[in-house]
């Protein structure tokens, strides 16, 4: 059983290989810089490093980085450089996230792939109308116009939603919505939710990137997760982070 990762060299995306290969599954990763890779990982024969850039790649390449896959999980973000931010590619993640599904698609495979997108909080799942305040609604709006990743964020989501749907048969998705992203060695206790509890903008909670990459890699290997979850955008927060919520109330 073969998962694929993009994003892989990420702070969340390593998170996830290594649950990943702790559940003994094989995963293949797609990194521009493997020599920026752990050594362990390279030593490790249940991984497979492919050295590219995810859009650099032409469709049949993709087909075959895609082939024989159970599930693609999807990491990728904008570094928090002027560069990473405002230059090119804007749609990164939208893109890589249309490309690696007509990948799928083009596969035909006999059961459905598990695309699981990494998201954000700040981004709305548009299918449940979700109420938001007037102040967080102008402030997302001011992201728009000048943080294109944000922006990508959405678009992917919305990809997701709108044009591979609840009832395509060659892939069924989930978009794993965390909160402010932190740094933890161990993972620790969490609650997942349909919708966020508390607001991404004006109270955000915190969610610890081995926790994120625990739950992604859950979701690959437990059935009953999987069917809860899929084609939904649960959010995800540390524990501590909704007690701390509860104190404040």
Known sequence: MTVL???????TGSKLVEQLL???????????SPEKLPESWKKNSNLQIIAASILGLSDEE?????????????CLGHNLTWKGIYGQPRKLVTEATRRLCDAIKANKPEKPVKYILMNTTGNRNRDLNEPI??????VIGLLRLILPPHVDNEKAADYLRTQVGQNNQ???WAAVRPDGLIDK??????EIHASPTRSAIFNPGKTSRINVGHFMADLISDAN??????GQMPVIYNKSSLIEKNKEA
């Open 185 to 190: 060695n161990e993972v620790t206790d969490f």
């Open 62 to 74: 993709m087909k075959k980085h895609s082939q024989g896959c159970l599930a693609i999980v999807s």
């Open 5 to 11: 990762v993009v994003g892989a060299s990420g702070s």
């Open 225 to 230: 997760l999987w069917n809860k979850w899929k």
């Open 133 to 138: 305040s007037f102040a967080q609604r102008i």
């Open 22 to 32: 702790l559940k003994e599954y094989k995963v293949r990763v797609i990194v521009r």
């Open 170 to 172: 060659f892939i069924k």
